[in-house]
């Protein structure tokens, strides 16, 4: 079976129709770690209701009116898209990173994530330990998310010397939408 491998530098490295791929730079210790932006495009909403009032079939003539084409009906009457369009909506985003020794060049690509999945190593009182080491404290981590306006913090990459509801206290004290994974873990991220 033919294998080829790209390697995966800073900036959009994968793009569908309806998502994209961003990596981006993340310190940790050593050259080319990347965190990762999984983001579903931004688009304008169907609003139905103004699609009914201006007499607007079900059918593909709403369809095309999504697509960013202008109908006719039967009538005679035009419709545009912005008739029937709301406001762009920004799409639901999703922001993976692993190991972090700051946060300072990371926050624009968390900026307004649905969700945001970080290690937290360490607990705040170890913090000397874990900027050595290059890692992030479950404060931290959580400071990182309040500021960059996260729905959802998902922190993984927990020391086994911790018990996880010390973590998970730590962070929701800055934090409250917190959680730590586990493993097999599943989670729905939504917009908004």
Do not use: W
Not at 21 to 46: I, M, N, Q, W
Not at 145 to 164: M, Q
């Amino acid at each position: 079976m033919p294998l080829t491998l790209h390697e995966i530098k800073p900036g959009i490295f994968f793009e569908a129709d309806d998502f994209t791929v961003t990596a981006f730079r993340v310190t940790h210790r050593g050259p080319d770690c990347l965190g990762y932006s999984f983001e579903t495009k931004a688009r304008r909403p169907f609003l139905a209701e103004k699609a009914d009032a201006l007499g607007v079939p079900f059918g593909p003539q709403r369809r095309q009116l999504v697509n960013g084409e202008t109908i006719q009906l039967k009538s005679g009457k035009t419709i545009k898209p912005d008739d029937v369009l709301g406001p762009l909506q920004h799409g639901t985003k999703l922001v993976v990173v692993g190991d972090a020794g700051r946060t300072d060049d990371i926050l624009e690509h968390c900026r307004d994530a649905d969700a945001l999945v970080i290690e937290s190593t360490y607990l705040n009182t170890e913090a000397e330990m874990a900027q050595q080491f290059s890692h992030l404290t479950a404060q931290k981590a959580a400071e990182l998310a309040k500021e960059a306006g996260v729905k959802k913090l998902i922190l993984t990459h927990l020391s086994r010397r911790y018990r996880e509801r010390d973590v998970l206290s730590e962070a929701q004290a800055v934090f409250p939408d917190a959680v730590v994974a586990r493993d097999f873990d599943s989670f729905q991220v939504k917009r908004g």
